[in-house]
T-cell receptor, first 114, second 113 residues
Framework: GENVEQHPSTLSVQEGDSAVIKCTYS??????FPWYKQELGKRPQLIID?????GEKKDQRIAVTLNKTAKHFSLHITETQPEDSAVYFC?????????????FGTGTRLQVTL | SAVISQKPSRDICQRGTSLTIQCQVD?????MFWYRQQPGQSLTLIAT?????????ESGFVIDKFPISRPNLTFSTLTVSNMSPEDSSIYLC??????????FGPGTRLTVT
């Protein structure tokens, strides 16, 4: 099955700096890569996603890049703010069978300091 | 997205008992999923619940322990049976709103004593 690795496990940046989180996946058939943000005690929230037919997608201060050849994708957050502090999870969908199953990375705890 | 609710939001249960968690969505969806998230950990898929068919379980999860119902396109239940302290976790449902896009319910925090 699919395996998703995520790095780093923790990341501390100063407010206004950029943050980058990287994930690699194992199955070349995977074709959908979402990112979730989970604040303490809250549900995971879908913040951005990318499908395998594009290489980059942006939404205001966040962007995701995908390198299908290398099987890795990254989340970029620019001009970080304290409210960006949370745990971020990457995931991959391998569309086998009849279900679009999400396989999650292990998470990155982002701390934005003043 | 979709409005997804879960009941109960939290519960404390004695070992050996069972708890049924409900998941309700405000629109009809084909695919619903149940996940477990242990404290400080990532999310692990328990099973996929497709309306009108048996749930599909992931490796390490069995129907006798985690029976699932999916009676219609807006509702599903997950039962955690014969609970032990190792079942203490957050249980989340999710729904697929558009192809592959999943949105999560608020979760049920279960503590087994």
């Amino acid at each position: 099955g699919e395996n998703v690795e995520q790095h780093p496990s923790t990341l501390s940046v100063q407010e206004g700096d950029s943050a980058v989180i990287k994930c690699t996946y194992s199955d070349s058939a995977s074709n959908y890569f979402p990112w979730y943000k989970q604040e303490l005690g809250k549900r995971p929230q879908l913040i951005i996603d990318i499908r395998s037919n594009v290489g980059e997608k942006k939404d205001q201060r966040i962007a995701v890049t995908l390198n299908k050849t290398a099987k890795h994708f990254s989340l970029h957050i620019t001009e970080t703010q304290p409210e960006d502090s949370a745990v971020y999870f990457c995931a991959a969908v391998n569309p086998t069978g009849t279900a679009s199953k999400l396989t999650f990375g292990t998470g990155t705890r982002l701390q934005v300091t003043l | 997205s979709a409005v997804i609710s879960q009941k109960p939001s939290r519960d404390i249960c004695q070992r050996g008992t069972s708890l049924t968690i409900q998941c309700q969505v405000d629109s009809q969806v084909t695919m619903m999923f149940w996940y477990r998230q242990q404290p400080g950990q990532s999310l692990t898929l328990i099973a996929t619940a497709n309306q009108g068919s048996e749930a599909t379980y992931e490796s390490g999860f069995v129907i006798d322990k985690f029976p699932i119902s999916r009676p219609n396109l807006t509702f599903s239940t997950l039962t955690v049976s014969n609970m032990s302290p190792e079942d203490s976790s957050i249980y989340l449902c999710s729904v697929e709103v558009r192809l592959y896009e999943q949105y999560f319910g608020p979760g049920t925090r279960l503590t087994v004593t």
